[in-house]
C-alpha cells in the first residue's frame, strides 16, 4: 500500500473582497486538481487557511486534518516577510500534534515574471510605456529585497527597464514611483503611458490602492476571479511543497 504524502496546506494573507476570495479559491482548486493528478494511488489532503482576515486561521485549517497527519504549509504568499518569518513560524512550531514543515513563499521566482508580463500584454502595454512593478511592501527587508528582485526579473523578460513602487512600510511609495515614470515619459518625450505591473495575488485593498497611485493602466493582479489559476502558480505552489516534503522528519 502506497503511503499517503503529506498534507498540502496553502495558507494565504486573507482578504474582506469578495473578487479576491473567488480568486484565491481558484488557486485552491486548481492545486487540489494538480496534487490528484501528481499523486493518484494515495492523494494528499489539500486545506485552504489564511494568517489574517479570514478564517479559518493556521491552528483551525491544521485541526482539520486527520489526527497526526503530517503537513507541509506552503505560503500563498508572494514574499517572506512577517508573515512568514514570524507568524507562520510560529504557528508551525506551535502544532506539537503532528509533523509540520514551512515551505518557502512563492517568490521571487521567474515563473511570476512570466504572469506579470502577460496581465502586462493583456492590459495593452505599449512599447514606449513606462512600467511600475506595484507591490504591497513590507517592514521586512528580505521581503524588499524579494520584490526588487522581482523587479529585475520582469525587466529581464520583458527587455525593458521596470520600476518598483511599494504601497505600505517601504519606499519609494507606489504614487512616488509613478509620478517619477511619468517625469521620465514626458522627458523621452515619447508620449508613453505610465503601467502598473500588478504584483498583488489577487483582487482586495491592496490591488484598490494600486489603482489610485495615478497610473495610467494598471494591469490585473496574478489571480483573477473569472480566469483560471495560471498554471505557473499552480507550479510554483507544487514545487514549494515538494521541496519542503523532502525536510520532513
Known sequence: MTARPPALVGISHGT???????????????????????????TPSVRLGHVDVEQPDVPATLASLEPGEPAI??????????????????????????????AAALGPDDRLATVLLRRLTEAGLGDDDRVVLA???????????????MAGRLAAASGREVAVGFLSAAEPALPDAVAAARRSADGA?????VVLAN???????????????GADVTARPLLVPDAPAPAELVDIVLDRYAAASARLG
Open 189 to 193: 518625450g515619447g508620449g508613453g503611458r
Open 135 to 149: 507591490v504591497a511592501g513590507s517592514s521586512d527587508r528580505r521581503a524588499v529585497e524579494h520584490c526588487r528582485d
Open 73 to 102: 504549509v506552503v505560503p500563498l504568499l508572494l514574499s517572506a516577510g512577517y508573515h512568514v518569518h514570524v507568524d507562520l513560524t510560529e504557528a508551525v512550531e506551535a502544532a506539537s500534534d503532528r509533523s509540520v514543515v514551512l
Open 199 to 213: 504584483f498583488l495575488l489577487a483582487p482586495g485593498y491592496f490591488d484598490d490602492l494600486a489603482r489610485r497611485a
Open 16 to 42: 474582506s473582497s469578495p473578487d479576491g476570495r473567488q480568486a484565491v479559491r481558484g488557486l485552491h482548486d486548481a492545486v487540489a486538481a494538480a496534487v490528484a493528478e501528481r499523486h493518484p494511488d494515495a
